[in-house]
């Protein structure tokens, strides 16, 4: 027989075990939401998400969020494997190039019924009216921005007698010519031609000259029209004068940054983090403008989009999540940690940007910014400009054979045939 003690220990040790299992109980009944971010070094911001994540699992326990950092190239295998398991992403970063591919596999959810007036009314409005929507519907929200401008090396400038920033076409090749003419190694004006973003760098002129890269309802190419033949034109003429690098084909953007900061080109356009590197490793003074142009003042953008899974479970907690994620402390937090251009109005006003005079100057940008069409032949599109650029760079063609090569080209992508029109 057991003593009275034997007795008591026992009792205490059924009452242990039974309170783990209610406790097991209750972590098992958590709800659980699953977070992927994908990034080109996520690792580096994965101590700012768990600490939003901790905070809001301290404000809802009840719920678990399933934080998974990961890079662009693992990223969309890791997502499509998790949705062929069943068990779907609740949310996650996406490049916006992506964004049609995974409507048309439904896997997105439109957050127009989620969203009040007065959450859509935060944003920047040519983030949240154009750069976030497709087919008509709001399909993801901006969760990274950045935009382009004119960067230019002012010792560069005083050397040759530049005063002031180019505004126009006439300008910049002026400007350029100029700069071109101090020294055999420096260049007026470099010209991406190679990988990613060349086709970009060709809509920067396109669009400053009111072209349009597709047609308004999307199915045809228009690049090729008079607008795009007269800017492509353009920029060869610089080549040929000499004013930029000898063969645009053989330059990736990394390329002309790298050789901007080393003092051998006067103007490059590009994104607003160069910025941060000219203030660390740059030995010269150096300015950024609005992109010069034609017809009509223009930039381009670019946005990662956050998406609400549709076969997700818990898709009105998820976007209890969302909402807490865009709150002002986390967003100023995230867009100062990667030098970012604000989505939000409110972020945008804070002292932390709106008393840095570079800061303002892309900010500015996003009024008259635009942002590449998507569809699911976006990155088709794009590989296929960028052939057909670099074989007007090295002048295998000239800038209309190559402009309705790509449109060609680009129509039968969109299941549609050039001699259509």
């Not at 600490?51 to 998974?68: F, G, K, L, M, T």
């Not at 959810?109 to 949240?128: C, H």
């Not at 709106?354 to 794009?382: G, H």
Request: include cysteine.
């Amino acid at each position: 027989m057991l003593t009275s003690k034997k007795r008591l220990l026992f009792v205490a040790l059924i009452l242990t075990v039974i309170l783990a299992v209610l406790l097991s109980g209750c972590s098992l009944g958590r709800k659980e939401l699953t977070f992927i971010f994908q990034a080109t070094t996520p690792s580096t911001l994965d101590p700012y998400w768990n600490q939003v994540v901790a905070d809001y699992e301290a404000q809802n326990p009840s719920v678990h969020i399933n934080y998974i950092s990961l890079t662009w190239d693992q990223g969309p295998a890791k997502i499509y494997d998790l949705v062929k398991q069943g068990h779907p992403p609740s949310i996650a970063r996406i490049t916006t190039r992506s964004l049609p591919g995974y409507v048309a596999d439904g896997l997105v959810e439109p957050l127009d019924d989620y969203m009040t007036p007065g959450f859509k009314a935060q944003f920047v409005p040519s983030l949240i009216n154009e750069g976030a929507q497709y087919q008509g519907r709001t399909f993801g929200l901006p969760i990274a921005v950045s935009v382009r401008a004119l960067y230019y090396n002012k010792d560069l400038f005083e050397r040759a007698g530049i005063t002031t920033p180019p505004v126009t076409w006439d300008d910049l090749r002026a400007d350029a010519i100029k700069v071109s003419q101090l020294s055999p190694d420096i260049r007026g004006f470099g010209i991406q031609g190679k990988t990613q973003e060349t086709s970009t760098y060709f809509y920067y002129f396109l669009w400053g000259n009111g072209g349009e890269v597709l047609s308004a309802d999307g199915t045809r190419a228009t690049f090729n029209s008079a607008q795009g033949v007269e800017a492509l034109n353009f920029l060869q003429g610089l080549v040929d004068a000499k004013a930029t690098n000898p063969d645009p084909s053989k330059d990736a953007r990394v390329d002309l940054e790298n050789d901007f900061v080393a003092g051998k080109y006067g103007m490059i356009i590009s994104l607003n983090s160069l910025a941060t590197r000219l203030d660390k490793e740059a030995k010269f003074k150096y300015g950024v403008t609005a992109l010069p142009y034609k017809t009509k003042p223009t930039t381009f953008a670019v946005e990662d989009t956050l998406i609400l899974f549709k076969p997700a479970d818990n898709k009105d907690l998820a976007w209890q999540f969302i909402q807490f994620i865009y709150q002002d402390k986390y967003r100023l937090d995230y867009d100062v940690r990667t030098t970012g251009v604000p989505e939000k109005l409110t972020v945008a006003a804070d002292p932390k940007f709106s008393s840095n005079p570079l800061a303002v100057s892309f900010q500015n940008n996003l009024r008259v910014a635009r942002f590449e069409p998507v569809n699911t032949r976006s990155q088709n599109i794009a590989d296929t400009l960028t052939a057909e650029l670099a074989s007007v760079y090295t002048r295998a063609k000239t800038p209309k054979a190559g402009l309705d090569s790509a449109a060609s080209k680009v129509n039968s992508l969109l299941g549609y045939s050039a001699t259509a029109w």
